[in-house]
């Protein structure tokens, strides 16, 4: 039973197009998150959200919009592709913070998303 | 400054071996510092956290934090091929406010090849 899954795994397409990934935690998690590694592998936060409510946005571009029907998911939808796009996006999932303590990220597999 | 700094690499070891990995971090705040692994092509996953000065130890795996020199170490001993992978230092603000909320900063990644 995979813990986190997203979709779709590889994704290329073309500058100026619309994609959107999917993310789904069975962990029982309230907390999710996006990450973007780029091509030095520089792992960075996008998004948190904590039972539905976004929490953290991190200077994101307005292009990039998260959308979490549920505490089990949260999508990454992205307008208007751009070259620099191009990255994995890592979706993540964990229990809230504990106090002044973080708690485990469990990672997703990753999408490879590549704009040509 | 870089938020999270780890020592440039790559680091080359021969098996058996000890490997050093060490991690530097600006904010004095900081409660939870995490090491994760992250083999090519795959997500990152936790192999040690630790939240007070001093040693934890698991496994062959020994964490050191020293909060005073905002420094934390990953001493790997018995090094194995199998450990050959990109370790990342990762970092947790204090939560108090809120603003945080499960945000982990990461260092840039230090890669590890254990030689037979």
């Known amino acids: 039973d995979t813990a986190v899954s997203q979709t779709p795994k590889y994704l290329v397409t073309q500058m100026g197009n619309d994609k959107s990934i999917k993310c789904e935690q069975n962990?029982?998690?309230?907390?999710m998150y996006w990450y973007k590694q780029d091509s030095k592998k520089f792992l960075k936060i996008m998004f948190s959200?904590?039972?539905?409510?976004?929490?953290i946005n991190e200077t994101v571009p307005n292009r990039f919009s998260p959308k979490s029907p549920d505490k089990a998911h949260l999508n990454l939808h992205i307008n208007s592709l751009e070259l620099g796009d191009s990255a994995v996006y890592f979706c993540?999932?964990?229990?809230?913070?504990?106090?002044?303590?973080?708690?485990?990220?469990?990672f997703g597999e990753g999408s490879w998303l590549t704009v040509v | 400054q870089k938020e999270v700094e780890q020592n440039s690499g790559p680091l080359s070891v021969p098996e058996g071996a000890i490997a050093s990995l060490n991690c530097t971090y600006s904010?004095?705040?900081?409660?939870?510092f995490f090491w994760y692994r992250q083999y090519s092509g795959k997500s990152p996953e936790l192999i040690m956290s630790?939240?007070?000065?001093g040693d934890k130890e698991d496994g062959r795996f020994t964490a050191q934090l020293n909060k005073a020199s905002q420094y934390v170490s990953l001493l790997i001993r018995d090094s194995q091929p199998s450990d050959s992978a990109t370790y990342l230092c990762?970092?947790?603000?204090?939560?108090?406010?809120?603003?945080?909320?499960?945000?982990?900063?990461f260092g840039q990644g230090t890669i590890l090849t254990v030689h037979p």
């Open positions: 993540a999932s964990s229990l809230p913070p504990q106090g002044a303590f973080g708690n485990t990220i469990y």
């Open positions: 962990l029982g998690h309230d907390t």
């Open positions: 959200y904590n039972n539905k409510e976004l929490i």
């Open positions: 904010d004095r705040v900081s409660q939870s």
């Open positions: 630790i939240y007070s000065n």
């Open positions: 990762a970092v947790s603000p204090s939560n108090a406010g809120g603003t945080s909320y499960g945000k982990l900063t």
